[in-house]
Nanobody, 130 residues
Framework: QFQVAESGGGLVQPGGSLRLSCVAS????????IAWFRQAPGKEREGVAC????????NYADSVRGRFTISRNTTQNAMYLQMNNLKPEDTAVYSC???????????????????????WGKGTLVTVSS
């Protein structure tokens, strides 16, 4: 059974950068799909980035593509989200998640495309404001 915990959130000015970390305990994450989601105040949770099959490459939401980078470190059993050129609309609680299965070849950003085992973190707040 997985457990994951995020860290690295905080207050940053527009144009700044943050790196979120998500450390997993339990099984190794190298064979699982990893993803980052976010939920802004008053909005539904949305997928931001995911990484599944190595051959398929990562997948990003249009709103963050070119600014965010998802990665994993199998030695540390951790995943990361590097966020650059942050904008006020990036303000949200960011959560990491690990999934055993998903539909399709490229990992999906829609929650209903995952099935099987899943584990979610409690989230870390990112606030982008001057």
């Amino acid at each position: 059974q997985f457990q994951v915990a995020e860290s690295g959130g905080g207050l940053v000015q527009p144009g700044g950068s943050l790196r979120l970390s998500c450390v997993a305990s339990g099984p190794r994450i190298n064979t699982y799909m990893i993803a980052w989601f976010r939920q802004a105040p008053g909005k539904e949770r949305e997928g931001v980035a995911c990484s599944g099959l190595i051959s398929a490459g990562p997948n990003y939401a249009d709103s963050v593509r070119g600014r965010f980078t998802i990665s994993r470190n199998t030695t540390q059993n951790a995943m990361y989200l590097q966020m650059n050129n942050l904008k006020p609309e990036d303000t949200a609680v960011y959560s990491c998640a690990v999934f055993s299965h998903y539909k399709g070849y490229i990992c999906p950003l829609q929650e209903n495309s995952y099935f099987g085992e899943s584990t979610w973190g409690k989230g870390t707040l990112v606030t982008v404001s001057s």
